[in-house]
Nanobody, 120 residues
Framework: QVQLVESGGGLVQPGGSLRLSCAAS????????MGWYRQTPGKDRELVAV???????NYVDSVKGRFTSSRDNAKNTVYLQMNSLKPEDTGVYYC??????????????WGPGTQVTVSS
């Protein structure tokens, strides 16, 4: 099995920065495409950023120019650098990854989420 764990969330003032990590563990051979999602109370989970296995990225308009996703394939870890944070960025951030196991099975899984709160 493959597990994802997000980390790096917390409380930050508007204009501040946070760096989220999503680390895969278990019988993982590789992390393929991966998405970062954000959910706030009463709203659907929103796709914020995508990073492909080749490192190509795409972002929702509201975070373009402020968020950057990157990956370290050797560590099976993906990052989301969030700069110039705004109160509307507040929410629980989840990573969802497509993966390949050591037995070359493929699947998809979610992390448990990490809370990001942007407030003065």
């Amino acid at each position: 099995q493959v597990q994802l764990v997000e980390s790096g969330g917390g409380l930050v003032q508007p204009g501040g920065s946070l760096r989220l990590s999503c680390a895969a563990s278990g019988s993982v051979y590789s992390i393929n495409d991966m998405g970062w999602y954000r959910q706030t109370p009463g709203k659907d989970r929103e796709l914020v950023a995508v990073i492909t296995s080749a490192g190509s990225t795409n972002y929702v308009d509201s975070v373009k120019g402020r968020f950057t996703s990157s990956r370290d394939n050797a560590k099976n870890t993906v990052y989301l650098q969030m700069n110039s944070l705004k109160p509307e960025d507040t929410g629980v951030y989840y990573c969802n990854a497509d993966y390949t196991t050591l037995r070359f099975h493929t699947g998809s899984t979610w992390g448990p989420g990490t809370q990001v709160t942007v407030s003065s």
